[in-house]
């Protein structure tokens, strides 16, 4: 019974060595292979014997200017997709058209059914006549005519002709009376989301923000989804600017849906050795660096960091994506500046081995204490 305290220690300094692999701010080592001779995905991480090797990418100059064009090419693509000529307004079902027959005053009386003259809520359409769910307009002694997909010129010249067999050269013209025929949407950060009509003035992307009150102040103007035809574009409007392109030539087409996320919704996480761990929004203009990232989480810790193990975890597909950037080198700082990070990602900087020793003692003294109280007790 007295060897019981020596049994006690050996048992507690044994499990203390046993645990230091599990310790918390476990280290990802990255194989020590020449880096020039690596591919990007030549070194691999092994956290614990539950987690299958990752590829990792080592962060540097060169990497992040190619990430930057290709990021380059992907819009210039998009462009080629979204900009060009803006359409003619044709003549769709809902829409009111004002018809005017000179020298014959009794056709203005006939204003289509159910239209008055003083409309009785501001939603109401103007006077005249409305082009039906079919696309038919119905107008005295003309009958009913197709127009729908028709420009209102081409409409008069229909209607002129129609005319002609019970008028003497009738001189008719047809103007747009209100436009509801064809709409697009704005919604999330935009002070007014709601449907805009499309007129025979092109709308532009500039003008459906304007028109729905401006970006809203936690808009990430980055990151602006466009919905055309079932399919999802994103707009990254800093970048679009930056390529010279103008957003202005930019027009929205009928069912258009654009959608303006919020910041919040794009934020990355900073964990393991910074001063304030937590979340990182992007700037105003969307955009977020690993230096932003690690600036809003209170930079690193010197007094904890292993500033040579600064990882960035990018989910996504079967496994994540890891980069590795050993910010000991001045330039390394300036790599951090260029690459831009992506919503979901994953700042986590390690730990120095001293920082992961103590916390295993920390953990293991309640052990120990209670082995040499036992031992003192059977003693």
Not at 16 to 23: I, P, Q, T
Not at 138 to 159: C, H, M, N, S, W
Not at 190 to 205: I, K, Y
Not at 325 to 333: A, K, T
């Amino acid at each position: 019974m007295k060897h019981f305290p020596r049994t006690a220690m050996a048992i507690a300094l044994a499990a203390m060595l046993n645990a230091c692999a599990f310790a918390p701010g476990f280290r990802m080592p990255v194989s020590s292979g020449d880096a020039s001779n690596q591919s990007d995905a030549g070194a691999h991480i092994e956290a614990t014997a539950a987690t299958p090797a990752i590829p990792v990418t080592e962060l540097d100059l060169a990497l992040v200017k190619r990430y930057g064009e290709q990021r380059k090419s992907r819009q210039d693509q998009q462009a080629k997709q979204l900009f060009g000529a803006p359409g003619i307004y044709t003549v769709g079902a809902g829409d009111v058209l004002q018809i005017v027959v000179w020298d014959h005053p009794e056709f203005a009386a006939a204003l289509g059914s159910g239209q008055s003259q003083a409309p009785a809520k501001t939603s109401d359409p103007a006077a005249g006549f409305v082009v039906d769910q079919k696309g038919n307009l119905r107008f005295p002694y003309a009958g009913t005519l197709a127009v729908a997909g028709l420009r209102t010129d081409e409409i008069q010249q229909k209607l002129t002709a129609a005319l002609s067999t019970y008028l003497v050269k009738p001189q008719v013209t047809v103007r747009m009376a209100s436009y509801r025929a064809r709409q697009v949407y704005v919604d999330g950060q935009v002070h007014s989301p709601g449907a805009l009509s499309l007129t025979d003035v092109p709308l532009s992307f500039y003008d459906a923000i304007s028109r729905a009150g401006g970006f809203g102040d936690n808009a990430d103007q980055s990151d602006v989804v466009l919905v055309r035809g079932g399919a999802s574009h994103r707009i990254d409007l800093p970048q679009l600017l930056a390529q010279g392109l103008d957003p202005s030539k930019f027009y929205l087409k009928a069912g258009d849906l654009l959608r303006v996320t919020s910041r919040d919704d794009n934020i990355v996480y900073v964990m393991g050795e910074v001063n304030k761990p937590g979340s990182a929004a992007p700037r105003r203009d969307g955009h977020l660096s690993l230096a932003d990232a690690l600036a809003q989480a209170g930079s690193i810790n010197s007094n904890t960091a292993d500033t040579a193990q600064m990882f960035v975890i990018r989910p996504g597909g079967d496994a994540p994506q890891v980069f590795h950037l050993d910010s000991r080198s001045p330039v390394s700082m300036l790599v951090a500046n260029e690459f831009e990070l992506q919503p979901k990602d994953i700042v986590y900087v390690d730990g120095s081995g001293l920082v992961r020793f103590n916390r295993v003692i920390s953990l293991l003294m309640p052990l120990i204490s209670t082995g040499l109280t036992a031992g003192v007790i059977a003693k």
